[in-house]
């Protein structure tokens, strides 16, 4: 079964309006949840690290003032994209890091800023 | 940082065919990932790697840990439909952890029927 989930899977908003993205651990209490971005054709490229209780840790050339990051409880963190603008039009994957020290990817949320 | 090259890039073959796919790195790497991704879904794993010469099969996939650490294959044989996808090599440099993944940019698999 899925060990991670996503919501929406799917979201079109206007310019300059702000989207939540949410990302939920479903088998495992996780500290550390990672975002990921990718444009079509290309590979993951890590956003930032989402730390429980802490603050995130943006990997260089991401905005975190753009992009906000809520880890609030052991099973949820929260990106939210403010102030959207076509080029943040994406595909946005979150993961957990469990088990056997592997990642497990969620199903991914398509954002289109239009 | 780390750069995982990834080859081949596509790749077309016919269904019941083998395929081999590997990735290399100037880097070495402590843990190798491969992942398959099909289109609109996140990555899913496929293989895990942990020491260096470790081969791992998963039904009909099998990946290997290079014994310099800085290269993975990943084969697959007698290939089917369901394979297409994009298949992502992934390493980490961080002891235990996989915190730290690198992605390949990818080999995208069509299977012809």
């Known amino acids: 079964g899925a060990v991670v989930s996503q919501h929406p899977s799917r979201v079109i908003c206007k310019s300059g309006t702000s989207v939540k993205i949410e990302c939920r651990s479903l088998?495992?209490?996780?500290?550390?949840m990672f975002w990921y971005r990718q444009f079509p054709k290309q590979s993951l490229m890590l956003m930032a690290t989402s730390n429980e209780g802490s603050k995130a840790t943006y990997e260089q050339g991401v905005e975190k003032d753009k992009f906000l990051i809520n880890h609030a409880s052991l099973t949820l963190s929260t990106l939210t994209v403010t102030s959207a603008h076509p080029e943040d039009s994406s595909f946005y994957i979150c993961?957990?890091?469990?088990?056997?020290?592997?990642?497990?990817f969620g199903p991914g949320t398509r954002l289109t800023v239009l | 940082g780390q750069q995982l090259n990834q080859s081949p890039q596509s790749m077309f073959i016919q269904e019941g065919e083998d395929v081999s796919m590997n990735c290399t790195s100037s880097s070495i790497f402590n843990t190798w990932l491969w992942y398959k991704q099909e289109p609109g879904e996140g990555p899913v794993l496929l293989i895990a790697?942990?020491?260096?010469?470790e081969l791992t099969s998963n039904g009909r996939l099998t990946a290997q840990f290079g014994i310099t650490r800085k290269d993975s294959f990943l084969n697959i044989s007698a290939s089917i439909p369901s394979d297409v996808g994009i298949y992502f090599c992934a390493g980490d440099t961080s002891s235990g952890s996989a915190r730290q993944l690198t992605f390949g940019s990818g080999t995208q698999l069509t299977v012809l029927p």
């Open positions: 993961s957990v890091v469990a088990g056997a020290d592997t990642q497990y």
């Open positions: 088998d495992f209490q996780a500290t550390t």
């Open positions: 790697l942990y020491k260096a010469g």
